[in-house]
């Protein structure tokens, strides 16, 4: 079982370029988010999905896509990469009931 | 948005010591949930209360869902070296929310051996 899988791990992109994250999760969770982490901000959100075909933006959701085709799958797109951009990934999951999120070991993007 | 207050930012303590940190919140949260994030990984849930007043322990973690809903406490006993890390809290609603977790900014724990 290896919960939330994120790659890549690390990632270095020239401003204007365009990239897409991966997240995938085997918990037949129906809820997946992305966040992104930056030192003394916590955790923000990107954009979140409550299942297969279904989209909404979070907090911070500019200059991001995503599309969720399947259950397992979540990726997240970088459109025209910026240096504010540059920051931690976070995928998460959950299933219906209340509850925590499992999190990914995140992607780390620099973009220069 | 919500917007929570966690403190305090970090801490610097013996190993052995207690340590308690908390969050609070201008609205109420229908779940509150804690995590731990080390170097290089993603945070990890360490505990979650789903009604007001609860007290849930968890080894030697133990965490409190303020009566008001507006706050929620997190406190380790005797600790140790592994417990550093930064603690997150998260408040949680559903509706319109679906769900989604609002963070804390974390208080960053160092324990000296």
């Known amino acids: 079982n290896a919960g939330v899988t994120q790659t890549p791990k690390f990632q270095v992109l020239k401003t204007g370029q365009s990239m897409t994250l991966q997240c995938a999760q085997d918990?037949?969770?129906?809820?997946m988010s992305w966040y992104r982490q930056d030192p003394g901000m916590g955790l923000r959100l990107i954009h979140y999905?409550?299942?297969?075909?279904?989209?909404d933006q979070g907090e911070v959701p500019n200059g991001y896509n995503v599309s969720r085709s399947t259950t397992e799958d979540f990726p997240l797109r970088l459109l025209s990469a910026a240096p504010s951009q540059t920051s931690v990934y976070f995928c998460?999951?959950?299933?219906?009931?209340?509850?925590?999120?499992?999190f990914g070991s995140g992607t780390r993007l620099t973009v220069v | 948005g919500q917007q929570l207050n966690q403190s305090p930012q970090s801490m610097f303590i013996q190993e052995g010591e207690d340590v308690s940190m908390n969050c609070t919140s201008s609205s109420i949260f229908n779940t509150w949930l804690w995590y731990k994030q080390e170097p290089g990984e993603g945070p990890v849930l360490l505990i979650a209360?789903?009604?007001?007043?609860e007290l849930t322990s968890n080894g030697r973690l133990t965490a409190q869902f303020g009566i008001t809903r507006k706050d929620s406490f997190l406190n380790i006993s005797a600790s140790i070296p592994s417990d550093v890390g930064i603690y997150f809290c998260a408040g949680q609603n559903y509706g319109g929310s679906q769900g989604n977790l609002i963070f804390g900014k974390g208080t960053k724990l160092s324990v000296k051996p």
């Open positions: 918990m037949n969770h129906e809820y």
């Open positions: 998460a999951s959950r299933n219906k009931a209340p509850g925590g999120y499992t």
């Open positions: 209360l789903y009604k007001a007043g």
């Open positions: 999905s409550v299942g297969a075909g279904i989209t």
